[in-house]
Structures are given as C-alpha cells and as structure tokens.
C-alpha cells in the first residue's frame, strides 16, 4: 500500500528528529499536526506508530519505511543537483515532488548513476540501499576506475563518480552511462574509449571517475 504524501511526511520528520535528538517520541504539537489527524490514523492503521499523550514513536516497520522515504528524498536532491544542475531554491520543492513518484528500481538505477553518494547537498547522511552494499561487495576485483585498468580491457559502467556537476553532465552527453559496454583502447597521451562504433577521447582527470565492472 502506497502512504499518502502527508503520511510520508510525517514519517521523514519523525525519522529527522529521533535520529538527530535521540529522542523516542516525538510530540504532536512539534509535528505540527493534530492526534485525530486522517494521517495519524493511516499510519496507526500500517502499525507503523505508536501514539500516547507525550506524541508519537516509530515502530520498527515505521522505521524502516521512514529510512526508505529519507533515502528516495535526499537522492532526489542529488540528482536536482547534480544532474538537472538545479539552483537550491528549486531543488527542496522539486525534490519533494519527484520523492514520491520514485520506484523502487528507480531510486537504485539512480543511486547508481550518481556512484552511491553518501551525503545530501546539505551534507546530511543518505541512508544505504541495496545496490549501495551490493555494490561495496563486488567492488574489489571486479570494479575498477578506467584510469586503472590496462589498454583493452572491456567492460560495463557501473557508475560515475564525481563531484563535479559539469563534468558528470559532459559524460552523460558522452553516451557514457551505466549498463553501457565499454572498452580501453588508448590510455596515452590521451584515453580513448570505444563504446558501440563510436570512439571518444578524454583526459585522465575524467577517465579516473568512471567506474567499470570488469569482464572475467
């Protein structure tokens, strides 16, 4: 069952608040919300809360949902602005907005475009996913920076890491993405990679930022 984009909310402040606090309840007039709220009851309703008259307590499920939600917003926000190179007036509204339409598969194949980024613009931890800690197994041995691999080695993007939003738009412009094969056909003077029939040069400084899962 989908949660209501109130019900999420409520879920996100709660999540925000317990974690930077320590605090195991949180009350009702701090939420800005009334008891009797139709999204209290939804939530009550999932059994993802507990109420009494001090406020409301996440129950493990309600944690877990509540790290999710946290998880699909502060993505968003990377991708506002890293990607779509939004201004930060924007991106808050337009993160929220998009959050809640993100599926599951969504919200993975852009954590791995973006290289599994541990923090928000804001500099808040994002929360692990899945393809975060699957990604950290198979890292060693199987997924190399292009700067570190020998001239012919053949692979597939598994992501691109870098800070720079400039830089990660060119690569994207490049064709260069995860999923698409790629081989190493020249590292001197310049690198030289062939993805499909296309050749493309570029320098050491980005080639060190994309990352490759490496053919056996």
């Not at 009851?41 to 939600?69: P, Q």
């Not at 020998?150 to 064709?175: C, E, I, P, R, S």
Request: hydrophobic share 40%.
């Amino acid at each position: 069952m989908r949660l209501s984009e109130r019900a999420e909310e409520i879920l996100e402040n709660l999540w925000v608040i317990t974690q930077e606090t320590n605090k195991e309840s949180v009350s009702f007039k701090e939420l800005k919300i009334n008891k009797d709220a139709p999204e209290i009851e939804e939530l009550l309703s999932l059994d993802y809360i507990t109420t009494s008259e001090d406020g409301i307590r996440l129950k493990n499920e309600g944690l877990k949902e509540a790290e999710n939600a946290i998880r699909r917003h502060r993505l968003a926000e990377r991708l506002m602005v890293d990607v779509l190179d939004l201004k930060k007036s924007l991106m808050e509204e337009t993160a929220c907005r998009f959050e809640h339409l993100l599926h599951k598969d969504v919200e993975e194949s852009i954590c791995t475009l973006l290289g599994h980024p541990k923090f928000c613009p804001h500099g808040k931890p994002i929360p692990q996913g899945r393809c975060c800690r699957e990604s950290a197994k198979v890292a060693k041995g199987i997924m190399s920076s292009i700067a570190d691999v020998n001239k012919g080695t053949k692979g597939k993007v598994a992501y691109l890491h870098t800070k720079d939003n400039k830089k990660l738009q060119k690569l994207m412009a490049m064709g260069i993405l995860p999923g698409v094969s790629i081989q190493v056909v020249q590292k001197f003077p310049s690198f030289i990679l062939k993805i499909g029939h296309s050749q493309i040069a570029m320098d050491e400084e980005m080639a060190k930022d994309i990352f490759i899962r490496l053919r056996k």
